[in-house]
Nanobody, 123 residues
């Protein structure tokens, strides 16, 4: 069974930075696509960023220029570097992996999901 484990969340001041990590139970090259989604209280889950097996990235307009997704196959890990965090970034962040290079804002096409890590941006 594929497992994805997120870490790195926490409380941070506006303008601060965090790096989230997603450790997979197998080589990340086994998946055509991996990504990060988030869900704030009372809102639907939404796309943050994706990266495919060739290293091509995709970002939500709301995080473009502030967040960076990357992968380290030697560590079975995908990262999300978050800079210039804003209160609106507060959410539970989920790592996801898919066998097909198909994705949507909601992420229903992904095959595997982690349990999530909480990010809170507040002064």
């Amino acid at each position: 069974q594929v497992q994805l484990v997120e870490s790195g969340g926490g409380l941070v001041q506006p303008g601060g930075s965090l790096r989230l990590s997603c450790v997979a139970s197998e080589n990340i090259f086994n998946f055509n696509i991996m990504g990060w989604y988030r869900q704030a209280p009372g809102k639907q889950r939404e796309l943050v960023a994706t990266i495919n097996v060739g290293g091509i990235t995709n970002y939500s307009d709301s995080v473009k220029g502030r967040f960076t997704i990357s992968g380290d196959s030697a560590k079975n890990t995908v990262y999300l570097r978050m800079n210039n965090l804003k209160p609106e970034d507060t959410a539970v962040y989920y790592c996801a992996a898919g066998d097909r290079e198909v994705f949507s804002d909601y992420g229903g096409e992904f095959d595997y999901w982690g349990q999530g890590t909480q990010v809170a941006v507040s002064s």
